[in-house]
């Protein structure tokens, strides 16, 4: 590891974890950039000239760009300080997706403050914004985590070098939130298992190799589309809906120990838990009743949104 990433580690882990910062003296930093170090030597080249030629035009120049580049300093550290930065959690996502993460910049200042910058610390990638006056503004920034589970969120930096350029203004924020990231669905997996009778009755739906179900009825007005048969209606040129009375009778209990991929090792476990995810997808959308069973850990079946979040939860933080 190098010098500088320690140092960037040691001077993050001094800034606690926060989900809402307020921008102040105490910080927000400001250093001269390039141009400015350049500007500085210039105004210094110039001072000495006019001294030794007893230049009155040349005093005048240089005080007039010194005043500037001082005013500018004192505008460029104004545009960040006093800014309430707000985060706004960010939702599950599978992996090898983009995480979005949105900032809500809030200012009471009665002037507009512009070329504000926002950007994962030390990535480079800035998505810049002017935030009105006594208004909000909304930047969105990206990162990608690297495998599934529970991940807190980056670093994040925020600067401008409004007016001039020739100072940086920075602050970095450490926020407190985490996401979580689900396993990424095999693209191409086999069907489904078969689907147990509930107790109360058997079944009277078919189950197909295919993991489709041959009880049908006419569209009804209002059925879920995710009932709807669209392979018939190609065929039959007629809207048909599956009978979610049979495909309820069914219940479905997915198995880490039961996915068909053999081996034990970490990449072998990563490859269940992939399918078992695309088979909690596919079940929610055949509407079928599917519990999720993984090692000590046993969601009873179930449907709907908040069951299958919860058995993405669980596939998500599966040890591995």
């Known amino acids: ?72 300093m004192h505008v460029c550290h104004g545009t960040l300080r006093g800014l309430t930065m707000n985060l706004v959690a960010p939702d599950a996502q599978f992996a090898g997706a983009s995480v979005h993460i949105d900032i809500n910049l809030l200012s009471n200042r009665r002037t507009v403050r512009h070329g504000i910058g926002l950007a994962i610390f030390g990535s480079g990638h800035w998505n810049w914004t002017d935030v009105p006056a006594q208004g909000s503004a909304r930047v969105q920034v990206t990162f990608q985590p690297a495998r599934r589970g529970l991940h807190p969120l980056p670093a994040l930096t925020a600067e401008t070098r409004f007016p001039l350029g020739t100072f940086r203004v920075w602050t970095v924020w450490r926020p407190a939130a985490q996401v979580l990231i689900y396993p990424t669905p095999e693209p191409h997996p086999p069907p489904l298992p078969t689907g147990e009778p509930r107790a109360g009755g058997a079944s009277n739906a078919q189950h197909q190799s295919t993991g489709e179900f041959d009880g049908v009825r006419a569209y009804r007005r209002g059925d879920p589309l995710k009932l709807v048969v669209w392979k018939k209606i190609a065929k039959a040129d007629e809207l048909v809906s599956r009978d979610a009375q049979q495909v309820q009778r069914l219940e479905l209990w997915l198995d880490l120990a039961h996915t068909g991929i053999p081996g034990a090792d970490a990449g072998v476990v990563e490859r269940r838990l992939s399918r078992l995810c695309a088979w909690v997808l596919r079940a929610e959308k055949l509407g079928m009743q599917y519990g999720l069973h993984l090692g000590s850990v046993e969601l009873s079946p179930g449907n709907g949104d908040a069951h299958k979040k919860a058995c993405l939860q669980a596939l998500a933080l599966a040890a591995a």
């Open 1 to 72: 590891m190098s010098l500088r990433q320690r140092f960037q580690q040691w001077f993050q882990s001094r800034i606690g974890r926060r989900d809402s910062t307020l921008l102040t003296q105490r910080n927000v930093y400001i250093l001269p950039t390039g141009p400015g170090f350049m500007l500085g030597v210039t105004l210094l080249v110039l001072l000495v000239a006019s001294i030794n030629y007893q230049l009155n035009l040349g005093y005048l120049l240089t005080f007039l760009l010194a005043g500037s580049a001082v005013v500018g």
